[in-house]
């Protein structure tokens, strides 16, 4: 049986803004050959944030080794890293202006350290013509190499480093399979303690059938490991194979997790139904 079609509800629907440099991103973006996750997971917020010059990077490809549910990031067998990949996205923050970049990757776990080392060079290659850049990592969980893919980040240190629970524990079998929901509060508590002054960062989304009380757990969770920064947004399914909405989310209902992650300490707290954790990043530094 089909599941019946959901209505999306008022504060979801919104013209695309697509004006101011929308065009001028987009060319650039496509001359230089750079994958985006804007694109990749068909954001709702590309006309506003590219309208901006902003964009995030995907690096390491467009193809994941992982299949999570929620994302629309095609499953496959990845190519080998690009070496031209870092010049390109410097050429890419020269050309745009970038003064916040936001770089994530697909899950490499082909490769032995998860491609942190693809994350330095990019980082280390844009320094060199955009010297006050600032940077923000959204990275896979790094998976059996947290210990040396947090080595290998040292060198391009600093940034935020993000990384994404995604969704409460009791859902990763369905959403995040390839996951472990320890293991990736374990990355920020390593990255924490290995650099105290780096902020961290993580984004839940809501609407997949989580409980109040498995959210405020993971809040807490995240307090657990000292984690700065948290983002909070509507889960909206991005392909037709991924997971179906469970709720549409009320934004007040966004606000009032946006106090009680604020009480818990929280020093930076987005939380809205089109937040996405590269949304406006750059306003928490
Ligand atoms: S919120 Fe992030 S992923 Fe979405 S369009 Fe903006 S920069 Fe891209």
Same mark, same amino acid.
């Given at each position: 049986?089909?599941?019946?079609?959901?209505?999306?509800?008022?504060?979801?629907?919104?013209?695309?803004?697509?004006?101011?440099?929308?065009?001028?991103?987009?060319?650039t973006?496509?001359?230089?050959?750079?994958?985006?996750?804007?694109t990749?997971?068909?954001?709702?917020?590309?006309?506003?944030?590219?309208?901006?010059g902003?964009?995030?990077?995907?690096?390491?490809?467009?193809?994941?080794?992982? +299949? $999570?549910?929620?994302? *629309?990031? %095609?499953?496959?067998?990845?190519?080998?890293? @690009?070496?031209?990949?870092? !010049?390109?996205?410097?050429?890419?923050?020269?050309?745009?202006?970038?003064?916040?970049?936001?770089?994530?990757?697909?899950?490499?776990?082909?490769?032995?350290?998860?491609?942190a080392?693809?994350?330095?060079?990019?980082i280390?290659?844009?320094?060199?013509?955009?010297?006050?850049?600032?940077?923000?990592?959204?990275?896979?969980?790094?998976?059996?190499?947290q210990?040396?893919?947090?080595?290998?980040?040292?060198?391009?240190?600093?940034?935020?480093?993000?990384?994404?629970?995604?969704?409460?524990?009791?859902?990763?079998?369905?959403?995040?399979?390839?996951?472990?929901?320890?293991?990736?509060?374990?990355?920020?508590?390593?990255?924490?303690n290995?650099?105290? +002054? $780096?902020?961290?960062? *993580?984004? %839940?989304?809501?609407?997949?059938?989580?409980? @109040?009380?498995e959210?405020? !757990?993971?809040?807490?969770?995240?307090?657990?490991?000292?984690c700065?920064?948290?983002?909070?947004?509507?889960?909206?399914?991005?392909?037709?194979?991924?997971?179906?909405v469970?709720?549409?989310?009320?934004?007040?209902?966004?606000?009032?997790?946006?106090?009680?992650?604020?009480?818990?300490?929280?020093?930076?707290?987005?939380?809205?139904?089109?937040?996405?954790?590269?949304?406006?990043?750059?306003?928490?530094?």
């Amino acid at each position: 049986m089909t599941e019946p079609k959901r209505r999306l509800p008022e504060w979801l629907k919104r013209p695309l803004p697509a004006g101011g440099n929308f065009n001028n991103t987009s060319e650039t973006i496509s001359q230089l050959g750079i994958e985006t996750i804007c694109t990749n997971a068909n954001c709702p917020n590309q006309g506003e944030c590219w309208s901006h010059g902003t964009a995030t990077v995907l690096i390491l490809g467009n193809i994941c080794t992982r +299949n $999570c549910k929620f994302c *629309s990031v %095609i499953k496959g067998k990845p190519l080998p890293p @690009d070496k031209t990949e870092p !010049q390109r996205i410097a050429q890419l923050a020269t050309e745009l202006k970038i003064k916040y970049l936001v770089i994530t990757s697909v899950t490499r776990d082909d490769l032995p350290d998860g491609g942190a080392s693809q994350f330095r060079d990019v980082i280390n290659t844009v320094r060199q013509s955009n010297e006050n850049i600032r940077f923000e990592l959204l990275v896979p969980d790094f998976k059996n190499c947290q210990s040396n893919a947090l080595d290998v980040l040292a060198d391009a240190l600093p940034f935020v480093l993000g990384h994404n629970l995604e969704t409460v524990p009791r859902l990763y079998p369905i959403a995040r399979s390839g996951a472990n929901y320890q293991a990736s509060l374990d990355l920020l508590n390593q990255a924490k303690n290995k650099w105290p +002054n $780096c902020p961290t960062k *993580s984004s %839940i989304m809501l609407g997949l059938g989580e409980k @109040d009380e498995e959210v405020q !757990q993971v809040l807490k969770d995240l307090r657990s490991v000292n984690c700065d920064r948290l983002s909070i947004g509507q889960y909206l399914k991005p392909s037709k194979s991924s997971l179906d909405v469970v709720e549409y989310v009320h934004p007040d209902k966004f606000e009032q997790w946006a106090i009680f992650a604020k009480e818990l300490g929280f020093k930076w707290v987005m939380s809205s139904p089109f937040t996405r954790s590269s949304y406006n990043a750059h306003t928490g530094s």
